[in-house]
């Protein structure tokens, strides 16, 4: 069936620190893949999504890259700021379907 | 801005009550999909609705209903609720971003069941 893994959290960093959140998937079919981020008292919004392989989504500083061959969409940001705190959500999609699937999300602190 | 708005931030009941949860989108999109969430589960689907009147169980559908009289309104309801069903409860609308779609989602209504 198809799964998504992310790295347990929480994952606490100095500002300005590199930020790494690792995420890998299983699939049949084509996902797209997604990165969403919850703040604190919100729903989640989308930060970033890649449709294929080798695609590279990027927002506010964040960036993720489809690796196929890896079965991964790792999140990165080189320096992080306080209001980076959230919580971040892997996610996948197989193209025509109507289900996402979400990862357990990791929790993000950075310190001022 | 786009909106997906739930009715309430938090909400008490007591066992066995009937419970209804709201939720309004404003941008006209046909998908709408009620997610629960809990530590260290993520996010699970309970039920979505592709058209009005028309749905779908999730993947934890078992002592939840609902309803989509509206498009723009999608309600759950908890028959008979039990303190299992203590959770975040999220409501989502699905929109194409290019390629692939995307969710808006609410701020989520925070259910205890006492």
């Known amino acids: 069936g198809n799964s998504v893994t992310q790295m347990e959290g929480p994952v606490t960093l100095s500002e300005e620190a590199f930020l790494t959140i690792n995420c890998t998937y299983t699939?049949?079919?084509?996902?797209?893949l997604f990165w969403y981020v919850q703040y604190p008292g919100e729903g989640l919004q989308l930060l970033l999504k890649?449709?294929?392989?080798?695609d590279k989504g990027s927002n506010k500083g964040f960036e993720a890259t489809y690796r196929k061959e890896t079965t991964s969409f790792h999140l990165e940001k080189g320096s992080v700021q306080v209001s980076d705190s959230a919580v971040y959500f892997c996610?996948?999609?197989?193209?025509?379907?109507?289900?996402?699937?979400f990862g357990a999300g990791t929790r993000l602190f950075v310190k001022a | 801005d786009v909106k997906v708005t739930q009715s309430s931030r938090y909400l008490v009941k007591r066992t066995g009550e009937k419970v209804f949860l709201e939720c309004v989108q404003d941008?006209?999109?046909?998908?709408m999909f009620w997610y629960r969430q809990d530590p260290g589960l993520g996010l699970r689907l309970i039920y979505f609705s592709y058209d009005v009147k028309m749905k779908e169980k999730g993947d934890i559908p078992e002592g939840y209903s609902v309803s989509r009289e509206k498009k723009e309104r999608f309600s759950l309801i908890l028959e008979s609720a039990s303190t299992n069903q203590t959770s975040m409860y999220l409501c989502a609308s699905r929109y194409d971003t290019g390629g692939a779609y995307g969710y808006t989602f609410g701020s989520g209504t925070r259910l205890t069941v006492v």
């Open positions: 890649a449709t294929k392989a080798d």
């Open positions: 699939a049949t079919g084509y996902p797209s």
């Open positions: 996610a996948l999609s197989i193209t025509g379907g109507f289900k996402t699937i």
């Open positions: 941008m006209d999109h046909e998908n």
